[in-house]
T-cell receptor, first 115, second 108 residues
Framework: DSGVTQTPKHLITATGQRVTLRCSPR?????VYWYQQSLDQGLQFLIQ???????AKGNILERFSAQQFPDLHSELNLSSLELGDSALYFC??????????????FGNGTRLTVT | KNEVEQSPQNLTAQEGEFITINCSYS?????LHWLQQHPGGGIVSLFM???GKKKHGRLIATINIQEKHSSLHITASHPRDSAVYIC??????????FGTGTSLTVIP
């Protein structure tokens, strides 16, 4: 058990809708990362937060947004959903700030299906 | 253009064999991660490397910064090692790049 909790495990929704994915990091970890894994593009880095602040941005679409709250949990909001957004969304956490290399701890992922 | 290349894409081995998975990258990195993903989908971080070599049980990971290359070795492979192994690098700008993964099947 990594200590990282992601909810929900599965989500099925229709095109055009908006969903929120939630991640609680491992106790003591201040950094949260979001990744997308799709069949055609593999794993892609979306965004990183450290102690409530956005610190690095990857291939995150403008329709997607994220935030990290004072209790360090994070939410990834996906809006105007398209069929191509169907994927596994992983959250990971680590103890260190950007520039400090520390191991990643992954949640079990949220499987999003857009119909 | 892929910043991270892994080989082989697929690998089948007999139980007990020594296995090597290779990863080459083209960006300057602050760290390289080896990840394991089982058929259920969950991802486990096996190693984080910025230099040298690390060992955990039957798994060994090495990195050569000058050659921009890393290897993951599994000694005395076992069917429970069957999984997808993914190489990921974090560059100096805090971006992550992932290889496409090596699917390993170990036959009893």
């Amino acid at each position: 058990d990594s200590g990282v909790t992601q909810t929900p495990k599965h989500l099925i929704t229709a095109t055009g809708q908006r969903v929120t994915l939630r991640c609680s990091p491992r106790s003591g970890d201040l950094s949260v990362y979001w990744y997308q894994q799709s069949l055609d593009q593999g794993l892609q880095f979306l965004i990183q937060y450290y102690n409530g602040e956005e610190r690095a941005k990857g291939n995150i679409l403008e329709r997607f947004s994220a935030q990290q709250f004072p209790d360090l949990h994070s939410e990834l909001n996906l809006s105007s959903l398209e069929l191509g957004d169907s994927a596994l969304y992983f959250c990971a956490s680590s103890v260190g700030p950007p520039g400090y290399n520390s191991p990643l701890h992954f949640g079990n992922g949220t499987r999003l299906t857009v119909t | 253009k892929n910043e991270v290349e892994q080989s082989p894409q697929n690998l089948t081995a007999q139980e007990g064999e020594f296995i090597t998975i290779n990863c080459s990258y083209s960006v300057g990195i602050s760290a390289l991660h080896w990840l394991q993903q089982h058929p259920g989908g969950g991802i486990v971080s096996l190693f984080m490397l910025s230099s040298g070599k690390k060992k955990h049980g039957r798994l060994i990971a090495t990195i050569n910064i000058q050659e921009k290359h890393s290897s993951l070795h599994i000694t005395a492979s076992h069917p429970r090692d069957s999984a997808v192994y993914i190489c990921a690098v974090r560059n100096t700008g805090n971006q992550f790049y992932f290889g496409t993964g090596t699917s390993l099947t170990v036959i009893p």
